[in-house]
């Protein structure tokens, strides 16, 4: 008690509580946030009273997109960087003195038939999209742990939890994603850390951008019907997507203040729709095929 009086009589010591996290009601360390739905989650963030640490790649991008201001701290980070993600959490760690909720957002998609995939799109599309995602959070989980509490969301997709013509490679990696957070749920519950996987449907971003999507550049024939048609109508859908991405930054903020999180969060009509769909099919093929899948236990 006497240390808050003293901060508040202290202007001084006030700042100094401040930047040692504090004041603010959260320190939020968010992973791709020089634009996008990221610079949006950092500002909502920001907006809620909370401390951001802002990771991306370009730092002079991130002070572009989101200002300066003694709660916001721009961290240079490639999260393929094993180091550099360790070096973004010492730097968010000795400004706010702790992190109470990462956001991994950073990624990038891929469209093309999963044959026209190549070997180097798709190798650098993992190194970011889930390779990063590790590299982030075994950076950040010790800092989380020792205090037991903390809530890692991962930023998956409605490609996550099903697969369509034209992103195959894209949702593999959402897929494993997806695996990750699971164990890790179960892994971290008994610790006091919470985890959710995102899955957001299609929102008006920037992702079907050239900046966010990488077009595979081999085109076969075959696949004119499928992952062809997609890359036919992809430029026509961009920036018409159904989804508010300032109302999804703002279920961020919801979703961190909930007392009992969800493993899974869908997000926008689209996503749930997706869901019931394919629940609704394995379902039915399930049941289909029960007899088969049965019949392969010893007998007893």
Do not use: C
Request: charged fraction near 20%; hydrophobic fraction near 45%.
């Amino acid at each position: 008690m006497a240390n808050a009086v003293q901060a508040q009589s202290n202007p001084q010591a006030q700042s100094h509580a401040e930047a040692r996290g504090g004041s603010f009601k959260r320190v939020w360390f968010i992973t791709g946030a020089a634009r996008g739905i990221g610079a949006l989650i950092a500002k909502a963030a920001l907006a809620d009273g909370n401390a951001v640490v802002a990771a991306g790649r370009n730092v002079e991008a991130i002070v572009r997109a989101l200002g300066e201001s003694p709660a916001l701290l721009p961290v240079r980070l490639d999260v393929t960087s094993e180091a550099e993600a360790h070096a973004a959490v010492q730097a968010a760690v000795a400004r706010f003195g702790r992190i109470d909720v990462v956001i991994n957002n950073a990624g990038f998609g891929l469209l093309g038939a999963v044959e026209e995939s190549s070997d180097a799109d798709v190798r650098r599309m993992y190194d970011t999209n889930v390779f990063g995602l590790l590299n982030v959070t075994r950076a950040v989980l010790p800092v989380m742990r020792a205090r037991r509490a903390g809530h890692v969301i991962n930023i998956s997709s409605l490609g996550g939890y099903r697969a369509a013509v034209g992103f195959g490679a894209y949702s593999s990696t959402k897929f494993a994603v997806e695996g990750l957070s699971e164990a890790l749920h179960a892994e971290l519950a008994p610790l006091g850390i919470h985890v959710t996987v995102v899955e957001p449907g299609y929102f008006r971003t920037d992702f079907l951008d050239s900046a966010s999507l990488t077009v595979a550049a081999s085109v076969i024939d075959d696949y004119a019907g499928t992952a062809g048609r997609i890359r036919e109508v992809a430029g026509t859908l961009n920036h018409q997507q159904p989804g508010d991405p300032a109302r999804l930054a703002q279920a961020m903020v919801t979703l961190v203040d909930a007392e009992a999180p969800p493993l899974r969060l869908p997000l926008g009509t689209d996503a749930l729709r997706t869901i019931e769909e394919k629940n609704a099919y394995v379902a039915r093929e399930t049941q289909a095929w029960r007899a088969l899948a049965s019949s392969t236990d010893f007998a007893a």
